[in-house]
């Protein structure tokens, strides 16, 4: 009986390896950039398992992590063109393609996690009327890291004074160009996969990015000050190519829909977490932290003073105007 069942067993594991894998209906590369310990990776983990599960596996989600696949605004322009499918990035980085997100850009807008959920939930519905005509693309749903906090290797900023004659980097948008103009310094615009290697020479003293990403990223090997300047949440749609969308049948885009939502759930859960274990650990590995600087109303006037003139930036007036009441609503 026990040779039976072995030579079964043998005969249907020989089968099965000779018969090829059921091949998925649609392939959907995902594009982000940032590496796997970071809570993007791990969320676009949870999105990829929940795409494959609600469309029955028709859908097969390839994860391409730390720029692969090109920086995120040249794999942004590559979903207009549909030659890729999917990306999560950093809205600092979608805004030059797609202005209408900036919204989620304002300097100060947000005064924690939970009110920034509040308003990109809420703008998504809004956003998907205006992204698909502006940049051949739609959100499916919006990761968060917390706000961006400045670290640099020169000096304590505890101030706009400590601040003054630093180099720092920011992403590529005029937003964060002229926020950082504001507080009085010459920000240096870089593509995000150059960061660590012109911080390592010196090429810039800081940057700003989450305390999650200062971990992943081991920005502690070449810097030591951390401020936490709360003017800008890290935002970043999971967004999809809007032809690769439209091929698809009724059912698939409402799989895309569901789990674009159900990930951006679980990544904001991750990166909680990850965000306080991240603040003990950068001080462990010899980080300073030094809170919020002691002049903030300052940084904050400065910056706020520019919302008029982002306008221009961000979709144009009647649509901050717009965005901006659904923003307070969602808050409220
Ligand atoms: C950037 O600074 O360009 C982004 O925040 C990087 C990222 O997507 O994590």
Redesign the pocket.
């Known amino acids: 009986m026990k040779l039976i069942v072995k030579t079964l067993t043998t005969a249907a594991l020989a089968l099965s390896m000779a018969l090829p894998a059921v091949a998925a209906d649609y392939t959907m590369r995902l594009s ?3 590496n796997e310990n ?1 809570p ?1 990776h791990k969320g676009a983990l949870k999105f990829e398992e929940l795409v494959e599960k609600y469309s029955d596996g028709r859908i097969d989600v390839q994860i391409f992590p730390s720029n692969q696949l090109g920086s ?1 605004q040249e794999v942004a322009q590559a979903l207009r063109m549909g030659s890729i499918e999917s990306e ?3 809205t ?2 979608l805004v030059p393609l797609a202005p209408s997100a900036g919204v989620m850009m304002l300097p100060y807008a947000f005064t924690s996690n939970e009110e920034a959920h509040a308003a990109m939930d809420a703008l998504k519905g809004p956003l998907n009327e205006r992204l698909p005509k502006e940049a051949g693309v739609r959100v499916l749903g919006y990761f968060e ?1 917390g706000f ?1 906090v400045l670290t640099n290797g020169e000096r304590e900023v505890k101030s706009l004074d400590d601040l003054q004659g630093l180099k720092i ?4 948008n005029n937003i964060a160009i002229e926020t950082f103009k504001s507080w009085g310094l010459d920000p240096i615009p870089m ?2 996969a150059e ?1 660590f290697p012109a911080l390592q020479q010196g090429v810039i003293d800081g ?4 305390y999650t ?1 200062a971990i992943s990223s081991k920005f502690y090997e070449v810097q030591k000050y951390i401020t936490e300047v709360h003017y800008l949440i ?1 935002s ?1 749609p999971i967004i999809v190519s809007e032809r690769y969308y439209q091929g698809l049948p009724a059912d698939l885009q409402e799989a895309l829909n569901k789990a674009g939502e159900e990930a951006a759930m679980y990544e904001r859960e991750v990166s909680a977490e990850e965000t306080a274990a991240a603040k003990e650990k950068l001080v462990e590995l010899g980080m300073t932290l030094s809170g919020a600087p002691v002049d903030e109303e300052k940084w904050q006037e400065a910056a706020k003073a520019l919302w008029p003139e982002f306008a221009a930036d961000i979709g144009g007036e009647a649509w901050v105007a717009e965005a901006t009441q659904i923003m307070t609503d969602a808050i409220a």
Do not use: C, F, M
Request: charged share 25%; aromatic share 12%; proline share 4%.
């Open positions: 982000h950039g940032d970071n993007t995120e999560i990035l950093y600092g980085n890291k961006r980097r920011v992403s590529k593509a995000w960061v940057q700003e990015n989450p990403t890290w970043g």
